[in-house]
């Protein structure tokens, strides 16, 4: 029998996380990353956490991790902390999806926090499904010149990577992934163009068609499902959707268009595991093929997405790779690790891991407790 809980605190760690290399986009590079850690602790003395991936600056969505953190401290938490909760989905009911980022961490702390007090690993609690023990990794290669994705593309395949996303843009994605394709011609390949091509540079997109690639993302700078409709009847690639869809009535419309024949799924772009168990299902019933990605997170947000990428039906390997090859030091214990290109799904309670409380601590930047306190704070 599942049990009740009551938040007795909530508590937001804003943390800067140097990474280990400049990560570039067609919209942005990062040489750090902000983020924000959730520790909920219940009237128990347990504690659960999630993450709040929203970027500092609005490129991917318009939420930016100043906005999560006002919305969080002024009205998500305040609504959550005078009720008892009988499951951390109800939450749902009680708050809107202005801020999908933010009640995300919410939602994914809660779960984590529930989950350990029932007795359950995330993914019993969420899916009542067989689940596969290890998962294959996947890696995302920036914006890079041609001589260094070489390079690349050589070491993770030696740590055993079989499929790499590529960030291109109009003016050498084409000439890129063609010399990557000839060279590797059995590499598991695809593009994401972050919304860098315009609809009248189709031809360049049609240029991809004899290149054997699983996808390409969200290729259109202007997002319009009508636009998308045709450009997939115009190019064989199957089309990937990713921040575009935010919400289940976005993923319907795209159903109901045949904009896309692929989704990337990231738990905190859409609000949850509440609203990703339901894109899911529609992808299920509409045969468009689902898989799950990353932010450049945390070990707390990436380790949730290994638990959810463990579904036996995911169409490819997400963007899932080690630790090591963003952070010098991740957030959990143990670490993210990939051996011979697999990734070993946690099985304790919960996330399924620990929290490093040495390194959270020497990333966090800010650090506020709202709710009761401990008899000896």
């Known amino acids: 029998m599942q049990k009740r809980m009551r938040i007795k605190r909530i508590e937001l760690f804003h943390l800067q996380m140097p990474l280990n290399f400049t990560f570039k ?32 600056e609005p490129f991917y969505t318009t939420e ?9 401290r002024n009205r998500y938490i305040p609504q959550l902390l005078p009720v008892e909760i009988n499951h951390p989905f109800l939450l749902h009911e009680r708050m809107d999806l202005r801020y999908p980022m933010a009640i995300a961490g919410l939602e994914n702390a809660l779960l984590d926090l529930y989950a350990k007090r029932n007795g359950k690993s995330i993914m019993e609690l969420v899916f009542s499904e067989a689940t596969r023990d290890r998962i ?16 690349q593309i050589d070491l993770y395949r030696g740590e055993g990577y079989t499929r790499f996303k590529i960030k291109i843009k109009p003016e050498d994605g084409f000439s890129k992934l063609k010399f990557i394709r000839e060279k590797y011609p059995d590499l598991k390949l695809l593009a994401d163009a972050n919304k860098s091509y315009e609809y009248h540079q189709v ?116 963007d899932l790779s080690s630790s090591g090859r963003y952070f010098p030091k991740d957030i959990i214990d143990p670490e993210i690790i990939v051996e011979n290109g697999m990734i070993q799904v946690p099985k304790g309670w919960g996330l399924g ?11 966090t930047i800010d650090h506020e407790r709202i709710g009761e306190k401990d008899e000896l704070d």
Request: proline share 2%; glycine share 6%.
């Open 203 to 318: 031809d360049e997109l049609k240029k991809l068609d004899g290149l054997q690639l699983l996808c390409i993302e969200e290729p259109l700078a202007r997002f319009d499902f009508t636009v998308y409709q045709k450009l997939q009847e115009e190019i064989n690639i199957p089309i990937c959707l990713d921040e575009s869809i935010q919400t289940i009535t976005d993923l319907e419309r795209a159903v109901q268009y045949k904009a896309c024949k692929v989704l990337n799924i990231k738990v905190g772009r859409i609000g949850g595991m509440y609203y990703a168990k339901q894109m899911i299902e529609l992808c299920r019933k509409n045969r468009i093929r689902y898989w799950i990605g990353s932010m450049v997170e945390s070990g707390i947000s990436k380790i949730l997405h290994v638990h959810l990428a463990s579904l036996q039906d995911t169409y490819i390997p997400g």
């Open 136 to 151: 294959e990794a996947g890696m995302v290669l920036g914006d890079l010149d041609i001589s260094t994705l070489v390079r």
């Open 64 to 72: 930016t991790i100043t906005d999560s953190k006002w919305v969080l």
């Open 25 to 56: 986009t067609s919209q942005t590079s990062l040489k750090h990353r902000e983020t924000m850690v959730i520790r909920a602790v219940d009237e128990l003395g347990n504690t659960g956490y999630g993450e709040v991936v929203a970027f500092r």
């Open 353 to 363: 891991v620990k929290i490093n409380e040495s390194a959270l601590q020497a990333y």
